[in-house]
Structure formats: structure tokens, C-alpha cells
């Protein structure tokens, strides 16, 4: 699969070649990372393939080969500083391939319209009824109004600014996320989830989290409400609305004037009905007409906004099942060889070759099709199994 002739993995004599001219620095090393090529003969090419749910990667290791010191910056990244890492992108974009993979299609009764839907994964967002920032200070001692906090978050994030809050990120995540999701876990049989957390305009952390079992809207609005109570963020939200009318409202709801006049009506008809004690904090973002749901997912969790405040504490994190997936690892030989020339040959479009490996961008559903007794799918199915503590179903 690398460019050239896919062969040459397996004949050392080439392969030290290359690694020398890969290798060899420009400049004079020091002493100590000095890399000695008298013995390339010896190296030992090992050509491997890892196994995605929507992915193969082809790369090669050599063994006795001079290998450099780990780099200790990279992983002082692994520490939650409230920006999002590029390993911690890539490792959410891994969970939500596995998520998209283990999710099936079904047919699910919409009770409010009365007719069946497809669905497959559900995109759930958790916000808060009333502020979460109590007051922005700046060093001068100008109190900032809430409506310019939005312009405020890139000074206050390098430290330009007291920020005091009613309840901190770290407080909402372990009293409220956290028993959103178990609770989850335990009525709906939810098993694989990941979860973001991002902070609106506003300054108000939100949630993001997506998993592969459907729950109803309002199901989902009255456990997220019922576990905010035990706050004052309905009491607040309450005491906010109960006293206004409908045009003072509107002023509220909507500033910008761009919601529809009826829209508005409802929602200020609904807030009296249920004693502006059941706010709408929760939405589910309907993903079933996106084509490539893995690609938007990924994407959408992966994100950067540096015009919003830093999140305090692990900006996302996964249910156990995800966090033990990764990928298949398995070692080419002739046989797998011959396998990815065919695939290479079949989805040629799909291909896409780097310096170091070579990437398939396919599901193992489309190669199962392609070849009933491919290996690689095997590989991947057992791997998959073994993780999830599955009985090895026939492919």
C-alpha cells in the first residue's frame, strides 16, 4: 500500500536503503543521538496494519533502529488546561467512528406525530435555565454587564479579568452531568456515549452528547430539569419569567427579533402552563438525513472556539465501553499483501498515501461485501469481540 512496489516490506536489503537516506541528518549529530548505519542490514521491517471501523492504515516499524526520548511536551497536553488537544481530537474522532459502527438502524414511533422514523444516533445538547457567571470583573474594577460578556472571553481567558461564578464547571460536571448519565445508564440501557462540554456566549457551560439509543425529548428535558433543581438554576429561571408579560418576554427571549411571533407565543404559553418551572434546557439535533453521520460527529466534537471562555476540568470524556476501543492490530504478510492490492485495486478512490503509511478510507461493511472471507474483517470482528465480551458471531 506504500507507494511503490508493496513488496518491498519484505526485503531488508531495500528497506535499509531507504531508511538511510530517510534518516541521515543534515547536520552533524551530537554524540548521543548520533545514529549509526553500519549495521542497516540488521534492521528488521515490520510491516503493520491497523483496523478502524471506517479505516485501515498500513504503516511499517523497524526494529533496531535508534528511537528517540518520548516527547514530555506532548504529554503534558494530556492535562485538561480547557483547550482541546490535537491527540484528544483524534481520540474522539476514534470513539465516534466505534459509536457510528456499533449503532444499528431502527424504526422508532414518534408518539407526537404518530408515525415510525428511522434513527441510529442521537445528538442530545444540556444547557443551563439561568446565568451560571455571576460577575466579570476587569483589573481596573469596572464591572462588565452580561450582555458584553461575549466580548470579554479571549482577555479573560490569558487572565484579564475576575471571573466569579454561581457554581463552577467542575461542580456542574460532578453533580449534574454525572447523574444525567448514570442515570441514562441504568433506565435506557445506554452503553456507548461521548460527551463534550463547551461554554456558550453567555459564559454558560453546555453539553454535548451523543449515543446510540433513542429517548424521547421530553423524557430527556424533565431528568435534566428534575437533577438542575437541586439547585437554584430553576428557581432563578422561575423567578426571572413569572413576573413578566408577554412583550417584556420577547424582549428577553429574543433581542435579536429573529424568531417567528407564534414560535415566541408558544413558548410563553407553555412557561404559564407549567409555572415557567420546566424550562426548555435540552434539544435533539436530528442527524438522520446527514449522509456521512461519522464525518459530522466527528467534526462537530472536535471543534475549537477561542472566542469562548476556557472550560474548567476535562472538556469531554467517554462511556467505558469506547474508552476500551481502539483498533485491530495485526502483522502483513504475503497473504494480507495480496489482500490490500485487491482492495486498493477496487476502491482506488478511497486511497490515500502519506510519507509514513498509507490509509483505506472504507467500512468493514463494504469489505466484507467485497471479499466473504476477507481477513482483514476477520481480524477486526475478533478484536472487536474480545473488547466488548461479545460470543464470535459468523461473518
Known sequence: ??????????????????????FVPDAPASP????????????TVVPNLSIYPSKIVQYNTYEGLYKTPLNTEN???????????HKASVRIKVAISWLTHLAKWCDVQDLKLKKKFRFKINFITLTLPSPQVKSIILPCGFVVPSYKYKDCWPAVN???????????????????????????????????YVWRAEAQSNGNIHFHITLNKFIYCQELRTLWNRILDKSDFIQ??????????????????????NKAYKKLQKS??????????????????????????????????????TSRRLIEGYLWRLSESLSKLKHAHVLI????????????????DNFRFYKYASILY????????????????????????????????PI
Open 1 to 22: 500500500m506504500l507507494q511503490g512496489n508493496l513488496f518491498d516490506v519484505f526485503n531488508p536489503d531495500v528497506v535499509a536503503v531507504k531508511i538511510k537516506k530517510a
Open 32 to 43: 548521543k543521538k548520533k545514529i549509526d548505519f553500519s549495521h542497516a542490514s540488521k534492521i
Open 75 to 85: 504529554l503534558k497536553q494530556n492535562n485538561p488546561d480547557g483547550t482541546l488537544s
Open 158 to 192: 490569558i487572565g484579564f479579568g475576575k471571573v466569579s461564578f454561581f457554581m463552577s464547571d467542575k461542580e456542574i460536571k460532578s453533580n449534574f452531568l454525572d447523574q444525567f448519565l448514570t442515570e441514562i445508564r441504568k433506565k435506557y440501557q445506554v452503553k456507548h
Open 236 to 257: 432563578r429561571y422561575h423567578d426571572k419569567f413569572s413576573k413578566l408579560d408577554f412583550e417584556n418576554y420577547c424582549l428577553i427571549a429574543d433581542p435579536g427579533h
Open 268 to 305: 410563553y404559553e407553555y412557561g404559564i402552563k407549567t409555572n415557567w418551572n420546566n424550562p426548555n434546557t435540552t434539544d435533539v439535533h436530528s442527524v438522520k438525513n446527514i449522509r456521512n453521520i461519522e464525518a459530522y460527529l466527528s467534526e462537530y466534537f472536535s471543534k475549537k472556539d
Open 333 to 348: 504478510d504475503t497473504g494480507l499483501s495480496a489482500e490490500l492490492n485487491y482492495f486498493q485495486t477496487v476502491f482506488k
Open 362 to 393: 472504507q467500512n468493514m461493511q463494504c469489505l466484507f461485501e467485497t471479499i466473504r472471507e476477507s481477513r482483514i474483517v476477520k481480524a477486526f470482528e475478533a478484536y472487536k469481540n474480545k473488547i466488548l465480551g461479545l460470543n464470535p458471531i
